[in-house]
């Protein structure tokens, strides 16, 4: 597989057409969330269903 993470999961997903996605989510610091692509971020925008994003503990 090639690509970018946050496409590949999402493709994936919608070839499976779930009824909901439930994905884990943890913080980051302010820099930490500028400088990575968050999947809890960018999911929603790509999946045809809700996605409920669960923080960590």
């Excluded at 913080?27 to 971020?41: G, M, P, Y």
Aim: include cysteine; aromatic fraction near 2%.
């Amino acid at each position: 597989l090639e690509g970018h993470p946050t496409t590949m999961l999402g493709e994936a997903i919608n070839g499976l057409n779930p009824a909901l996605v439930v994905i884990g989510n943890y913080h980051h610091t302010k820099l930490a969330s500028i400088a990575t692509d968050s999947v809890a971020r960018h999911l929603p925008t790509m999946v045809n269903c809700p996605v409920a994003a669960i923080p960590a503990e």
